[in-house]
């Protein structure tokens, strides 16, 4: 009885520490939010640390075709911020200053 009990704590421990690293990595569409962003804060000139930061830690469980989709989106975001329309670059600092500083640290 005490054996089952020592078992079940260390798998409920390790569900639950499997889940904070699931947590700090987000999902795969997170990853490839946090590429646009960064691609959007590239052509804006803005410091990239915390997101570089944020998607190396992330990069390392994600799919070949995540890791694809995320490099379309961090050039669709970087090709975006180079427009001349002004009411486009607010909406594009906008998201800079919204959803994407839940990927900064």
Do not use: H
């Amino acid at each position: 009885m005490r054996i089952a009990a020592i078992t079940l704590a260390a798998a409920a421990t390790l569900m639950a520490a499997g889940s904070a690293l699931a947590a700090t990595q987000g999902t795969d569409v997170d990853f490839i939010k946090a590429s646009r962003c960064r691609g959007i804060a590239t052509s804006a000139a803005a410091d990239t640390a915390d997101l570089d930061a944020w998607l190396k830690s992330a990069s390392k469980t994600r799919s070949m075709a995540v890791m694809d989709k995320a490099s379309v989106a961090e050039d669709a975001g970087r090709r975006e911020a180079k427009t001349t329309n002004a009411e486009r670059k607010a909406r594009l600092a906008n998201e800079l200053s919204g959803p994407c500083q839940a990927f900064k640290g």
